[in-house]
Each structure stands twice: as structure tokens, then as C-alpha cells.
């Protein structure tokens, strides 16, 4: 491992503060955290990448640690006279947290590449890791539920996940094309692991494998990889996992996660009370997989490190 | 005057303390602002539109009474998140004025025409009197100074006015329209008065009255056209203004100002220290023309309002 560089897979919260533990772990310069961009939407005229937002202020010690996304000592005096102005009042954002739409969105509109923008922003505000999204190209993940199609973000925002879901699609997905900056990731010589943090499987990690050439790259990968789970105790440490899983018909059990990632993992993670089940090709790992805080996400980290150098 | 309606010619910040005195004077409905939009510019991807903005917000009672321009209760989140970001800090962007600018920028996008998206804010707002741009298409004032050629806000803003102003010229000018409304404001047999604003005349009211058709619109008025001095004891009340005249070799007086307004006013309201000229055609009315807060900003409307009234 020394001097390796780590590849975490990653969406939003679970994925950001295992990306944070990891980070400090290794120290600065050797994690890439490859980013859902499924999420992305543009709103009020400004493109959101929620994940990529929250995986940057995490990093760069700026997130709220309350909530887990949006910025900590955030403002929201925007968010009132937008409101008060007749605009949408339904998705948050708050003050400091728009500088970062507001930026993005106009150097898009110049010509430039999302990766290019997230880069310079990660530099700017101190990550100390590299930020890629998964694609330049755009990838949007719809949700077809009972009440019919509706995008992402008013399935997860303005819906709160209540809809049922019965089925996820990836706009887009076959076009996208991984971007230099991620297969080269990939392509490192240097590459010591790759981790799947424990971000919902379905909503975060499928974008990014359905991208045409990704599961390829991974299941090449010499490296030891590792899925953390997102289950604990049968239930969703965070977010609408378990009710997905329920609606899918699929019991809502850490066993159930790692077998989605069946032919792209070596090792699982699991808490103790989970790990008592066995998926061919992956050696389940039981260890405390609960982030609840900073320690927690290092102790995590650690025991992620520690079970790519058993693997290796 | 009972039931007449008052079109006022305005730039930013005094043009707005006189729309804002004519609106409380003359009671809800019966006030149309016409405004400058050469000062508009696209900043970070975002239109702003500062003297339609000023106008706005003070006509609603939210403008920042110290400043004149910007909103009240501001808070500056973003600004400080986007100058970390690497963003540029020159221009200064509240929190809660960026709603405006977003709504405005999205709506522009879709193909809103201005006039539209800026009667939307004013009914949202409250601001109890029509605001119009002068015109929805494209009109920028460029600044030839001693150091070359430079857009507005650059002069304005970034360099506070300090390069000295050779010329300036309306891009666009030639080619933009008068909106349908404010033609229709123009040509309304209820027209009881027009009247300029105390604004800059070279920066804010002749990107006006360049576009074709505005000069022989209010040639061709009716009613009396009153003009308020924006120079009292020969100084500006505020901004470049006797720096630009000097620069043009104009003296800093109300005459010089009532002589380029000469044809399109009956009336000029000045100083008592400054009204002792006479220019052709328009009648000299020696009155307090500071508006120094609300009970100036109310005199000098019920000033302008008695003089339309003698005019009539």
C-alpha cells in the first residue's frame, strides 16, 4: 500500500464520509473518489451535482456534519427571496452553496468539462483528494414509480422517496463514456484498491456501472476490491435503501447488497451481525461499519485498508 | 391629474428615490418606471440588471436605505464562498438579491422577454408601480476612456469610475425596439406627465433615449415633461456624474443638464442656488430638489407633481 493511490466508488453521504475517512487515512494526494453524477439536474437555471457537492465539502472539511450534505454555518437568506420572488421553494440551497452552482454552471456553459470544474474547485477549497465524476457526458437517473416516470430529484427532494419505485433507469447511460481522467484512474499501475462505499447501490453506484466500459475496468482491476455495506442490522444506515429493497422484493440484508456486486468485489464488509452469509467469490469481512462520526469514519477507513492488504 | 398616469424616465439609484416618491404620491397603479438597461451585464453566467433592480427593490420597500442600491437585511454568504472558490469578488452579489438574478437568468433562458420577468418580480414583490425596461433587446453602454475601450460595469464597478471618459456609445442601440409596452405606456391618451429622473443623463437616461423612436415619443407628448436636476451647488448629488462633465468639458450645472434635455422637457425643477438660466422652450422652476430620505423623496414628488399640474 505505500504510495498506492485508492479508488473509492462514491455517491452522496455514506459514500462522502467514507471518501473523508479514507482521505485522511491515506493522506493527501492518494485517494480518487469517482462520483455518481446520476443526481445531476439543473434547477432554477443552475446544473446541481448533488453527490459531487457533498463529496467536496466533505473532503475539504466544509460540509454540515449535522445533515451530512450542504455546507456547514450555511445561510439562507437566498432561499427566502427566492420564495418570496415566486420561485421553487421544494430543493435547498443554501447561500454558500450556491456559489458553487453558480460557478459550475457558468463554466459549463463555457465549453468546459464538469471533471475540469471539479478539479479546480476541489483545489480551491482544499479537498485534498481528487473529485471525478463518472462521466462528462450527461447520465440522468429516472424513476419509474407507481405514480409513473419522474426525475431523480423530484422522486428523492420534492417526493421524499415516498412514491413507490419499480424501476431505476441511467438517461444517457449508453452514450456516456468514462472520461480520461477515470479510466486512466483505473488504468493506474499504481492502483492498490478500489473501494464501493457503502452508498445506496441502487440510486448511487448502478449510475456509475452503468456507464459502458466500467464494470469491464473493474472486474480487471490486479487490485484488491472491497464493497463496504450500506445495511447494518437489516436496515439502511441512511437514506430510502431499505424501503427500495422492500419494494423490489429483496430482503433488505447486507447479503443482499454484496450479491449486487457479485464479479466486482473481492472482500465485503459487513457489521458482525450482518456477515453471517457467504457469496461466491467474496470473502465476507465482519467489522463496525457504522460511520457515526469522524472516529468512526477512520476506524472504518482503517479496517477498509487493512482488508485490501489481507487481500493483497 | 386625478386618475392620470406618470411615466418616469430613470436610471438607478435617484431615479429610484424619485419613482419611489411619485409611487407613494400618486397611490398604487398610476406610476410607470421606464428604465435603463445599458448598465446590464451577464456576471459569473448570471443577468444582472442594476438600475431595474434598484428601482425594483426600492419601489417594494426591500432597497438597502444606506446604500441606495441592493437589498435591506442583506447577508454576503455567497460572496465570501465564491472568492474561496476562486471565484471573482469585484462585483458584489447579495444573498438574497442572487434570487432576482437566478429567476431572471433561467426565465431570460426559456426566452422570456425582460418586460415580462421584470412585471412577474415587481407583482411578487410588491413594488405597486410598472416597471419597464426600455427595451428587451440587447443594449449595452460601452465606456471609451483614457484607457481604451471598457463595458460598463468595468468602469463603473471594477475601476469606481476612476479612468477618465473620452466617450460613450450604446451598443445595440440602433437596432433595439422600444418594447410594445413601453411604446403602449408612451402613446396612452391617460398620460397625465412624464418626468426625468434626477439619474446620471449620460449614463443612465441617453442609453434611453437612444433607442430609436424614444426621442420623438416624448416630442411628440401631450402632457407636460418635466426633468429633475440631478446637480445641486453645482455638485452631483452622488456619483461621476460632475466628474464626466468636467471630463467633457462641460460645466458641472443644472444648465448644462437642462440644455441636453433641452426639447424633451417643458419644465426643469433645480435648486434655488442653481436655477438662475433660462434655456429655450423649458421654464426653470426654482424648488428643494434633494431627496435626503423618505420625507425628501415625498416633497420633491409633490414638487414635480404641483408642476405638471402649473404646466398643464
Redo the contacts between chains.
Sequence with gaps: MSGGRVIVLCGGVGGARMAGGLAAALGPGRLTAIVNVGDDFTH???RISPDLDTVLYTLSNLEDPAKGWG?RD??W??M???A????PAWFQL???????H??R??AL?RGERLTAITA??AE??GAGARLLPATDDPLATLCETDEGPMPFQDYFVRRRCEPALRALSFAGADAARLSPEVEAALADPDLAALVIAPSNPYLSLDPILAIPGMRAAIEGLKCPRIAVSPIIGNKAVKGPLAKIMAERGLGVTAETVARHYEGLVDVFLADPADAGFSVPGIAVHACDVMMADRAGRARLAREALAAVMVAS
Excluded: H, I, N, W
Design positions: 432554477v437555471g443552475l455546507r450555511e445561510t437568506s437566498f427566502a427571496a427566492l418570496a420572488a415566486g420561485g443554501g447561500d454558500k452553496d450556491l456559489a458553487t453558480v460557478l454552471t457558468e456553459a479546480r474547485l480551491a477549497l
